[in-house]
């Protein structure tokens, strides 16, 4: 998983370089278990920062299907 791009800044704040048509609103424990999963999961290593998320994000979704007898 690639961070090219991203940049954090003195006061401790984050910034990255996405279009606007490559983000996607999630609530806090979704955007931070995005973040668990790419930083632990080799299988991730050497995507880009989309391709991951949204493969994540799907993920996600299934597992909330699931839980909420989806």
Not at 17 to 26: N, R, V, Y
Request: glycine share 10%; net charge positive; proline share 1%.
């Amino acid at each position: 998983m690639s961070y090219d791009g991203v940049t954090e800044h003195k006061d401790g704040t984050w910034s990255a370089q996405e279009a606007d048509g490559d983000l996607m609103p999630l609530c806090r424990e979704d955007h931070q278990a995005v973040h668990r999963m790419m930083d632990r999961r080799r299988e991730f290593y050497g995507w880009n920062r989309y391709r991951a998320t949204v493969v994540i994000v799907a993920h996600l979704k299934r597992l909330k299907g699931t839980k909420n007898g989806g």
